[in-house]
């Protein structure tokens, strides 16, 4: 079966660092670029950070730029995100998502296209 699962969420202090991790299963990320969105109550959904199948590409939200860090490691099957400085404007549920490389990194940021989504993990930044 395919499938993605985040880990790596929790609660943490207003500054503090927090590191998401995404496991593939049942398939290799190697032909997928991945997404990193997040949804905080009365919120739409916004897409965080990505990066492209081969890692040579990444983009960032305006409001994490500087503080998050999205990587990958194709060996191991699985992407990270390195969230430091975290803001209480963080807190919500992030997901990760699978683009197939061949639709095209420019639909990275368009939630709509991806094809395979985690169930997500809670980041909660409070003092």
């Known amino acids: 079966q395919l499938q993605l699962v985040e880990s790596g969420g929790g609660l943490v202090q207003p500054g503090g660092s927090l590191r998401l991790s995404c496991a593939a299963s049942g398939f290799t990320l190697d032909y997928y670029a991945i997404g990193w969105f997040r949804q905080a109550p009365g919120k739409e959904r916004e897409g965080v950070s990505y990066?492209?199948?081969?890692?040579?590409?990444?983009r960032y939200a305006d409001s994490v730029k500087g503080r998050f860090t999205i990587s990958r490691d194709n060996a191991k099957n699985t992407v990270n995100l390195q969230m430091n400085s975290l803001q209480p404007e963080d807190t919500a549920v992030y997901y990760c998502?699978?683009?197939?490389?061949?639709?095209?990194?420019?639909?990275?940021?368009?939630?709509?296209?991806?094809?395979?989504w985690g169930q997500g993990t809670q980041v909660t930044v409070s003092s």
């Open positions: 998502a699978a683009l197939d490389a061949s639709k095209g990194w420019s639909l990275a940021p368009l939630w709509n296209k991806y094809d395979y």
């Open positions: 990066i492209s199948s081969s890692g040579g590409n990444t």
